[in-house]
């Protein structure tokens, strides 16, 4: 006979579920829940004088070239950050996960920049790349490359790419890795028998088996450079030269904390909040259809 | 060990019960200082608080100028503020703006009956943080002004005479050529704070408008005018010499100053303040002189006007907790504790008798360096041009304008349609400032 546990009474489930709801209430929820309220608000800085008035922030971003601008610097920026980043560690991953001699340093190493924070990840990049101080500048220079960040809207873009693309290809090297040693090795086997070149092996078996892994990675990603890329661009490039790096959430901490307008500064995170839901959204409902679990 | 600490607790807390201490009524003072400049704060507390026994002013730190700001606004919507919040000067419009939250330092020191005469203060000094009908609403504290610090050993090596240092623009514009062809071709001559030198002061020290009602001081309706044909003038000759490193680019706030002290760029505009970093850094021969100018411009130079930082009282704290405050103004405002300070850090002093006294002791002939921003703020009367300025939003402000410069300087925008889109735009955004404050 088996024998069922039966729990009978609604409260206990609910109070076990309790610490969670809590914490999800209180640390997502409700600061979610001010930003929408504070979007439709002007308020001076100290909080004396509060208008409200609809949706009228909403309606001056959106008639602002400047926003659209930088919407299109946040594509450009995630865009490649995602692809290089995404690219790189698995590029890395697939050498690591090799018989080779050493693999245990090597991964260590590779691991440690997820470590750094990203205003450092920034610094240590400006320190390379400063036209001035920057060792890889000065050798660049030198080499009769004007390299110049400071007003050359490409270069700054690059460094900050590069920083945010370094500082995220530990963590999605981690999970590759993780999924390459999953796929069973008698599968590729199997196809190198059957005489598959190390090329058609990775196309056919080990992609597609890794599908949920890089999916996965792919929705990470696009909400790191969303949300958290903007220490670096504040270390780096402050959002310039002439708006090169602004990407949105750059903008919202700008408008917000250095403008003092509170009421513009939310009503963008509330639509960057839209967009980063939609693009979740579309990612489960379109890209995952084509992962193979 | 843990005995010893044990026995030190009981000690400090039988101190703490037994010393009159425990009867003062606390001033706290939130600050941006670090380093010496922290020093100097913290020894500025303790002096005060031992030369009298009923108030006690800590001091703390708060992190950068705008961290300061925001910690002091955060706290206010809070309901906690503390008595004393240093505010750059950037800062100077939000804080006038905000008439619920602060209390006006002439008002503070008037209900505390102690001695305050806005005469007795520089008038550059004093104007820069006094309302139109001259209500000094802050304390000035630490104070500079921007000038041109150049390296003595390159000006030799190109030929130039160190101790005739370029007076005006086109001057500057030749010997940087002739700096860059002595083999300083990386960088000619360079400017940090871009906007605040080749903005504000240029309109302050060429007695032009940099917005209208007195650059913002008469009201918040002020319309910026930065655009005229000798600010125009003035950035083509920077995009122009940007071409080939004559001039070169530094970046928005200071990061870039370094490129003096390293040898790189052998003339530097920037702040007075960057005095201590040179004579600690900077391995060869240097020395400061006065802004260039236009010399075909009527009246130029006039005079310029302050960075730096003063005090704010803030709103909504007992009388018994002002009169606290205001001692302490007073203990900061005396002549010998003024003229030290200046000699000391290098700030500007803050009143007329100071200076006077550290003039009068010759200080200025071993250290003309340290005058030279003196000068510069009192070379003429202030004109309704060079009062001072008064923007809103001015940190994001400075943003935009160095947006617009930083597109003209690449080559993206011809330089009358970068400083109009930075007019333009700065505008939107004092009206959205006007908005928020007027009601």
């Known amino acids: 006979m088996e024998k069922r546990v039966v729990f009978d009474g609604k409260l206990l489930p609910y109070m076990l579920l309790l610490p969670q709801l809590a914490v999800t209430l209180v640390f997502f929820y409700w600061p979610a829940g001010q930003a929408v309220w504070q979007s439709f608000l002007i308020q001076d800085a100290f909080g004396l004088s509060t208008e409200f008035v609809w949706l009228e922030n909403y309606s001056d971003l959106l008639s602002k070239p400047e926003y659209y601008k930088s919407m299109v610097t946040t594509a450009i920026f995630s865009a490649l950050v995602a692809c290089l980043s995404l690219s790189l560690s698995l590029f890395l991953a697939i050498q690591a996960d090799k018989q080779i001699r050493g693999t245990g340093a090597y991964k260590a190493f590779l691991m440690w920049p997820y470590a750094v924070a990203p205003a450092i990840a920034g610094v240590l990049w400006l320190f390379m790349f400063q036209p001035s101080l920057g060792l890889i500048a000065q050798a660049l220079r030198s080499l009769g490359f004007d390299w110049n960040p400071l007003l050359n809207g490409n270069h700054a873009m690059t460094l900050v790419v590069m920083a945010a693309t370094w500082k995220q290809i530990s963590y999605n090297f981690l999970f590759f890795l993780a999924g390459l040693q999953s796929i069973p090795k008698s599968v590729i086997e199997a196809a190198a028998i059957d005489g598959a070149g190390p090329m058609r092996r990775f196309w056919t078996i080990i992609f597609p088996l890794l599908s949920p892994t890089t999916f996965f990675l792919l929705v990470v990603n696009i909400v790191y450079v969303f949300f958290d890329t903007f220490g670096i661009i504040d270390a780096t490039t402050s959002g310039g030269p002439a708006k090169a790096t602004e990407t949105l959430v750059y903008k919202v901490y700008s408008d917000g904390r250095l403008g003092g307008d509170l009421g513009g500064s939310a009503a963008q995170s509330v639509i960057l909040m839209i967009m980063v839901i939609g693009l979740t959204a579309i990612q489960f409902r379109y890209v995952e259809r084509k992962v193979q679990y | ?439």
């Open chain 2, 1 to 439: 060990m843990l005995n010893r600490r044990f026995m030190l607790a009981v000690a400090a807390a039988a101190a703490l019960v037994s010393s009159p201490a425990s009867a003062q009524v606390e001033i706290q003072w939130w600050h941006a200082m670090t380093g010496a400049n922290n020093e100097v704060v913290v020894k500025l507390a303790e002096e005060f608080n031992a030369s009298q026994r009923e108030f006690r002013v800590v001091p703390t730190y708060k992190g950068s100028y705008p961290d300061t700001m925001n910690a002091g606004i955060a706290a206010f919507r809070a309901g906690n503020a503390p008595h004393i919040l240093q505010v750059f000067e950037v800062g100077t419009a939000t804080m006038m703006a905000a008439r619920g939250a602060i209390k006006p330092v002439y008002q503070l020191m008037s209900e505390a009956n102690e001695p305050f005469d806005p005469q007795a203060y520089l008038p550059a000094v004093a104007g820069y943080y006094s309302t139109s009908r001259g209500e000094m609403l802050s304390f000035p504290f630490n104070s500079s002004s921007s000038v041109m610090w150049y390296n003595k050993d390159a000006f030799r090596r190109a030929g130039l005479n160190p101790d005739q240092p370029p007076r005006t623009w086109p001057d500057v514009f030749e010997a940087a050529k002739k700096l860059r062809a002595a083999g300083y071709d990386k960088c000619g001559f360079s400017s940090a704070w871009i906007t605040w030198l080749n903005i504000e002061q240029f309109s302050l020290w060429h007695n032009v408008p940099l917005s209208t009602r007195a650059n913002g001081i008469d009201g918040f309706d002020t319309e910026l005018r930065f655009n005229s044909p000798l600010h125009v003038r003035h950035l083509q000759n920077l995009v122009e010499l940007q071409r080939d490193n004559t001039f070169s680019y530094s970046g928005r706030t200071n990061t870039g100053e370094g490129r003096f002290t390293s040898g790189e760029c052998p003339i530097m505009l920037t702040s007075s303040g960057f005095y201590g970093n040179v004579r600690a850094n900077a391995k060869f021969e240097w020395a400061n002189a006065a802004m260039p100018y236009y010399p075909d411009v009527a009246g130029a130079p006039q005079n310029s006007t302050l960075g730096g930082a003063s005090l704010w009282v803030m709103g909504g704290r007992p009388a018994a907790e002002y009169r606290g405050v205001a001692r302490f103004f007073t203990f900061l405002s005396d002549v010998d504790r003024q003229a030290k300070l200046h000699t000391d850090s290098g700030y500007l002093p803050i009143t007329r008798a100071a200076y006077a006294k550290v003039k009068a002791s010759g200080f200025y002939v071993q250290n003309p360096y340290l005058e030279t921003p003196l000068l510069e703020l009192t070379n003429k009367e202030p004109t309704e041009n060079s009062r001072g300025l008064r923007l809103g939003n001015m940190v994001q402000l400075r943003d935009v304008w160095a947006e617009e410069i930083e597109a003209a300087l690449a080559g993206q925008k011809p330089a009358q349609a970068a400083l109009d889109a930075a007019v333009a735009r700065g505008n939107t955004m004092l009206r959205q400032f006007e908005r928020t404050v007027t009601r």
